[in-house]
């Protein structure tokens, strides 16, 4: 299983897409992913007291989109996506609450 925190709002506005797609998507190229282990930390570096959080948790094996493993903060590997999340992969959306 991998990760993906989003906002509430980001979320809704996709509602009745097939794929979710962040924002990074655009302006990076991938979306950023996370192991169980990492979330924590992000949420702690990227997302203070930001409101309406929620943890996406997905089975990597049923993305279409590219799936890489690449170094980033502290030289630590994190899941990155090439592409859209398929909701199909999506297996539960969890209330972050910090």
Do not use: C
Not at 7 to 30: I, K, N, P, V
Not at 57 to 76: D, M, V
């Amino acid at each position: 299983m991998i990760y993906h925190v989003t906002t509430l709002a980001d979320w809704q506005r996709q509602a009745t897409a097939a794929t979710y797609e962040a924002a990074s998507l655009l302006t990076e190229g991938f979306i950023h992913m996370s192991e169980a282990n990492q979330v924590a930390g992000v949420l702690e570096r990227y997302y203070q007291n930001v409101p309406d959080l929620l943890l996406l948790h997905i089975e990597p094996n049923q993305l279409a989109a590219e799936l890489k493993y690449e170094s980033a903060t502290n030289n630590e590997l994190f899941p990155h996506l090439y592409g859209p999340i398929d909701k199909g992969a999506i297996v539960e959306v969890e209330k972050i609450n910090l």
